[in-house]
């Protein structure tokens, strides 16, 4: 009789050794292309060199990205993913200061936990337009995330009420002045420190007046 577990309903081995496959060329393809552009800089080196490194083909390359800036952006970008799933496991009663510091801190330690690689990476961002451009741009998607979970959290709408819109921007912001520090400091400064530093100067604006627009707390009297 077999040792070998059964698979679970519905799960097809096949399908899970090329999901497996497929991540670990995305895997080689991020590594090889990091490598080339930390060591050589942005704009000099080519698709061609990457595929190269990694031992693909062009055409693989365009399977998993479109350009060189989405090799680096999307880095930075998958750590942003889970923001909007840890804020809403925070306690509905906590303040918003602290909801908001756990949520954005999953990036911010993913960083650390890579912290020599992640740290050339993001000096990579910061110092290049083009790339600095993109992951602004990627920041759009985490900010309207944050926005909606905010708006539920608080009873609020986030079309109209001004609040979950500019404390998740208040929250993003703290995140980018963070790498920048960290990035200036070589990584010399901690990063969680960091973070927990920024959200005590922004604390009192974002817990300020339980958070509630007089739409709501009229709602309520």
Same mark, same amino acid.
């Given at each position: ?113 890579? /912290? &020599?690689? *992640?740290?050339?990476?993001?000096? #990579? =961002?910061? @110092?290049?337009? !083009?790339?600095? +451009?993109?992951? %602004? ?47 200036? /400091? &070589?990584? *010399?400064?901690?990063?969680?420190? #960091? =973070?927990? @530093?920024?959200? !005590?100067?922004? +604390?009192?604006? %974002? ?15």
């Amino acid at each position: 009789m077999s040792s070998r577990p059964d698979p679970s309903p519905g799960t097809s081995p096949e399908m899970s050794m090329a999901q497996r496959k497929r991540q670990l060329v995305c895997d080689e393809l991020t590594s090889a292309a990091l490598q080339l552009l930390v060591l050589k800089g942005f704009d000099v080196v080519t698709i061609d060199e990457i595929v190269a490194a990694a031992g693909v083909s062009r055409r693989t390359f365009f399977r998993y990205f479109a350009s060189k800036e989405d090799v680096v952006v999307q880095f930075l970008a998958d750590m942003g993913a889970g923001m909007r799933e840890e804020l809403a496991e925070r306690p509905a009663e906590e303040r918003p200061s602290q909801a908001l510091l756990h949520a954005v801190s999953v990036p911010i330690a993913a960083c650390g936990d890579q /912290s &020599e690689r *992640a740290l050339r990476v993001v000096q #990579l =961002i910061l @110092r290049t337009p !083009a790339l600095l +451009a993109r992951f %602004l741009e990627r920041q759009e998607h985490w900010r309207d995330e944050l926005t909606v979970e905010l708006a539920r959290r608080l009873d609020l709408d986030p079309d109209t009420d001004l609040y979950p819109r500019l404390a998740a921007g208040m929250a993003l912001t703290v995140i980018n002045t963070v790498l920048q520090r960290w990035s200036d /400091s &070589e990584g *010399a400064e901690d990063l969680m420190e #960091l =973070i927990d @530093r920024a959200f !005590a100067v922004i +604390a009192p604006a %974002l817990d300020a007046d339980k958070r509630k627009s007089p739409r709501a707390r009229s709602g309520r009297d």
